[in-house]
T-cell receptor
Framework: AQSVTQLGSHVSVSEGALVLLRCNYS??????LFWYVQYPNQGLQLLLK??????LVKGINGFEAEFKKSETSFHLTKPSAHMSDAAEYFC???????????FGAGTTVTVRA | NAGVTQTPKFQVLKTGQSMTLQCAQD?????MSWYRQDPGMGLRLIHY???????DQGEVPNGYNVSRSTTEDFPLRLLSAAPSQTSVYFC?????????????FGEGSRLTVL
């Protein structure tokens, strides 16, 4: 089964600074990859997804992620953090053709004024 | 558009009690699933369904039952609650059986077992 590892359970950035959240997947066969965001006391919502098309994927709220097969990575970035980006972010993976989505442990982002 | 609706939002049980967490979606999604969220562990799949009458186990199914009699509803039953089942539970659905599509989540049900 596929799995993902998120490096860093907490990230603190200044408003306007770069946001970088790291995610590595386990398989040698490129899977489908996702980033979800969870705001306090809410369910998760999709930020972006990679399904074997373009390796640079753009999502909502100015986020983007790059699929790098050689590094088995799918890191999430945003050039300039906003206070509203404070949330928990989850990387997720599924095998092609599989129904099940496996989530990483999550990274909590704090934005400092 | 209601999306995915979970009830109740909060529940406190005593060890050994049973209860059902309700999940309903109005998007005609074939795929529905239940996850539990625990600090530092992300979300773990409990059970899922790819259509009415079809269910299967996820990563952590022990102590939970599900059924899918209609496309809209996917209840999660705790047979005999244990403190280890204290968690936040999320129901999610998808129009592409979760393979390349987006999972739509409910707002969660916070369960405490004493």
């Amino acid at each position: 089964a596929q799995s993902v590892t998120q490096l860093g359970s907490h990230v603190s950035v200044s408003e306007g600074a770069l946001v970088l959240l790291r995610c590595n997947y386990s398989s040698s066969v490129p899977p489908y990859l996702f980033w979800y965001v969870q705001y306090p006391n809410q369910g998760l919502q999709l930020l972006l997804k990679y399904t074997s098309a373009a390796t640079l994927v753009k999502g909502i709220n100015g986020f983007e992620a790059e699929f790098k097969k050689s590094e088995t990575s799918f890191h999430l970035t945003k050039p300039s953090a906003h206070m509203s980006d404070a949330a928990e972010y989850f990387c997720a993976v599924s095998d092609i053709g599989d129904y099940k989505l496996s989530f990483g442990a999550g990274t909590t982002v704090t934005v400092r004024a | 558009n209601a999306g995915v609706t979970q009830t109740p939002k909060f529940q406190v049980l005593k060890t050994g009690q049973s209860m059902t967490l309700q999940c309903a979606q109005d998007m005609n999604h074939e795929y529905m699933s239940w996850y539990r969220q625990d600090p530092g562990m992300g979300l773990r799949l409990i059970h899922y369904s790819v259509g009415a009458g079809i269910t299967d186990q996820g990563e952590v199914p022990n102590g939970y039952n599900v059924s899918r009699s209609t496309t809209e509803d996917f209840p999660l039953r705790l047979l005999s609650a244990a403190p280890s089942q204290t968690s936040v539970y999320f129901c999610a659905s998808s129009y592409e059986a979760g393979r390349t599509g987006e999972l739509f989540f409910g707002e969660g049900s916070r369960l405490t077992v004493l």
